[in-house]
């Protein structure tokens, strides 16, 4: 089964998804579905991201004990921080601190936040680091494994 609700969740709540975004994602399932489950309703008239937890919460709580393996919230909204990135929506430095906010505060990211943090402080000390190759090497890396699960969670997303 895939946890479909974790990863509308987790998308919406990075902020790659907005709210058209997440309503459109449900009506175009509810179009093609004869019996529409009553989460797609509520997602499609979720205004904000508490009205979408609301609307996610039962399924999410089912989804959760089924199951291994299981890759964190965080770590994939830490992935959507960084495609937000790649498509300049985000600068460096938003990326950063997003990133070590919510390796600090979420659901435990498989980095932990202090070490985005001093990428951060270290940004703030030389504005010109984020031109760098070496530096910019440094965060493609470190940032591959968290863009790979945002984008095959994005991909399920689409073809669900």
Known sequence: MIPIAHYLFAISYSGYYQKKDWQNWADQRIMKQILVEDWLISISLSNSIEMLSDALSDLLISERA????????????????????????????????????????GEGASIECEEWYALSTNLEGNIFLAEEATFKKKIAALYAPFKKIAQLQLEELENY
């Not at 199951?67 to 430095?93: H, P, Q, R, V």
Request: hydrophobic share 40%; charged share 25%.
């Open 66 to 105: 089924d199951m291994e393996n299981k890759i964190t919230s965080s770590d994939a909204i830490i992935g959507y921080f960084y495609l937000m990135y790649l498509e300049g929506k985000l600068s460096i430095y938003e990326l950063l601190l997003n990133s070590g906010d919510e390796a600090d505060g």
